[in-house]
């Protein structure tokens, strides 16, 4: 077993919120029900690599303890740096999307996953497989995957993690047990993450959790892009071009230089909200109705149904940047549109 000290504590400590899937797997193997292949369903950026990695420990590692409690520091470092590792089980076989790759190829189904899995264990114990993220596997490499997942050796486990299993070919999903991954309520997840800076007030993370709807590492990732500064900037610059004071293309830039998928996760839950507010659904605290009170006003004078467009179009942008399209464009174009109909 490789210490404590030599690799990420992704495999030996939990997030709060994961414990009850885990315990779901482990009652899984107690009946003997543990299937050769899982898909780890959940939101994005929810910790499910965090899940497959302490799920795999236990396998891999028969007297390994019970897993204690990760804080949110510790978390969001083991997060962060969990690809720099280079030193882990030698039967545990890990692949996910490589920088500046538009998706995971055959070549490393092939190579870092079914050959591997082909040959001997290196302690006559389990072998494992984890694939990161498994939606972006292109179609070379679902098929590749195929055959190892109808047929695998012996002793073989396979976790594909994924945020949205509709992308994986229904052949991949048939052949996989289901462990699911719940996002954690505010109540339960604010005093885990109040201790990442405890000078910030429970209402600004609050305010950082609704934004990131509910998931802990987008609110840190907002907390460190200091959205709590940028959440009152970017309700004036909204209300600017809606009272033609600001040059939609003037906010498409800005948000651009910022950090545009943040800057439309948050254009988009505030969106979310007002048609939520429309229609009378929803429960927002006091604070975050004040906080919002000028863009909440200004965008429930546009019709509902354009509010949805909206809504799609915001999507559709995020999909682009992930996707390697011009979203430049279609970003100044949908401010342009929504400043225009603001003025009808």
């Known amino acids: 077993m490789i210490s404590a000290t030599s690799q990420n504590s992704l495999f030996f400590k939990i997030c709060p919120w994961l414990v009850s899937s885990l315990k779901q797997f482990e009652q ?68 996910y999307l490589e920088p500046d790759k538009r998706d995971i190829s055959v070549d490393q189904i092939r190579d870092d996953i079914i050959e591997p899995l082909s040959l001997t264990s290196y302690d006559q114990g389990p072998k494992i497989a984890i694939i990161e993220n498994a939606e972006h596997m292109n179609l070379s490499a679902s098929n590749a995957l195929l055959k190892t997942l109808e047929q695998p050796t012996d002793n073989t486990y396979l976790f594909l993690t994924t945020g949205n299993p509709a992308l994986l070919p229904a052949t991949i999903r048939s052949r996989c047990q289901v462990l699911n991954v719940s996002t954690p309520s505010h109540s339960e997840i604010l005093p885990w993450l109040s201790n990442l800076d405890q000078s910030v007030s429970k209402i600004e993370w609050l305010n950082l959790l609704s934004l990131s709807s509910g998931l802990p590492f987008q609110a840190m990732k907002l907390y460190h892009n200091d959205f709590i500064t940028r959440d009152k900037e970017y ?5 600017s071009i809606f009272d033609k004071n600001l040059d939609p293309q003037d906010l498409a830039d800005r948000w651009i230089n910022d ?61 682009g940047i992930r996707t390697g399209l011009n979203t430049e464009l279609a970003l100044k ?6 400043s225009t109909k603001f003025a009808d």
């Open 235 to 239: 309700i004036e610059l909204l209300a």
């Open 28 to 95: 899984a193997k107690l009946k003997g029900r543990l299937g050769h292949g899982w898909l780890l369903c959940g939101r994005k950026s929810i910790g499910k690599i965090n899940l497959a990695l302490n799920i795999s420990n236990e396998l891999l590692h028969s007297n390994a303890q019970t897993p204690i409690i990760m804080d949110a520091v510790e978390a969001e470092d083991a997060i962060t740096t969990r690809h720099e590792m280079h030193e882990y089980h030698p039967d545990l076989h890990w692949i």
């Open 333 to 338: 174009a949908m401010l342009l549109q929504l």
């Open 259 to 319: 950090d545009l998928e943040l800057a439309l996760m948050w254009f988009s839950y505030n969106v979310r909200k007002t048609i939520h507010s429309c229609l009378g659904a929803g429960d927002v605290n006091s604070q975050e109705i004040e906080n919002h009170s000028i863009l909440s006003n200004l965008l429930s004078r546009l019709p509902i149904k354009y509010l949805f467009q909206v809504h799609d179009n915001i999507d559709k942008i995020v999909n």
